[in-house]
């Protein structure tokens, strides 16, 4: 959520009563600024399966961005530009392609990581007795993945990953500093990802213009 910050007086009698960084609050990312970002993602055929559409998505990644406390505008368009590029534009929740198993959330987070999501989450935690996913089958693998794949947890992994994971601090602090993509390739990498390429740098840049950032 961003603030915008706006100085003002106040005349009362003969004194001069100044107020200092009144915090007004801006509109959230809204499902027109998604379908910036993730062309086509105003409509889902029929029947959806996991296709979400723009206005499905808002309202979860605002509270998911507010839940992780993600307030720098560059910050937001990394996640949404990788959140946008893995799900095709949120279309998939599970990794089709070459189809892992357990590998799935918007993000498409691997299984070891998503387990480590449902131990984060309350409400998750207990739902599984796995400490591990070594060893487990695909079954096994995808009863994990299952556990996140409700909108209210699907489409907040990746802010969880930025926020939660060690290796994502460095990326944190470059994006927080500038919108350059120095912050994007670093997040692109602290998630596993090392061809950065030109499909991946367009949605970094649809993002970042959706969002002014």
């Known amino acids: 959520m961003r603030l915008q910050f706006f100085y003002f007086t106040i005349l009362v009698g003969p004194a001069h009563i100044v107020a200092r960084s009144i915090q007004l609050r801006d509109n959230e990312i809204t499902s027109a ?4 970002v993730a062309p086509g993602s105003d409509s889902c055929p029929s029947p959806s399966d996991e ?3 723009s206005a499905q998505a808002a309202p979860f990644l605002n509270a998911a961005m507010s839940k992780y406390s993600i307030n720098s505008l560059s910050e937001q368009a990394s996640i949404l530009a990788l959140i946008a590029f893995e799900s095709g ?3 998939y929740n599970i990794n089709h392609f070459p189809g892992n198993p357990g590998q799935g959330t918007r993000n498409m987070q691997s299984a070891s990581f998503n387990l480590q999501y449902v131990k984060s989450i309350p409400e998750l935690a207990s739902q599984t007795t796995f400490t591990s996913t070594d060893g487990l089958n695909s079954d096994q693998l ?12 699907t489409w907040a992994s990746a802010a969880w990953f930025l926020t939660q994971q060690s290796a994502c601090a460095d990326a944190r602090r470059t994006l927080q ?3 350059g993509d120095e912050g994007f390739t ?5 998630v596993g990802i090392s061809d950065i390429n030109e499909s991946r740098m367009a949605y970094w840049r649809a993002a970042r213009s959706a969002l002014g950032a």
Do not use: E, G, W
């Open 89 to 91: 534009n949120f279309k």
């Open 51 to 53: 296709c979400a559409t």
């Open 177 to 179: 500093a500038s919108n």
């Open 33 to 36: 600024q998604l379908l910036q």
């Open 142 to 153: 995808n009863q994990i993945r299952a556990l996140v794949l409700p909108d209210d947890y």
């Open 186 to 190: 670093a997040h692109m990498r602290c």
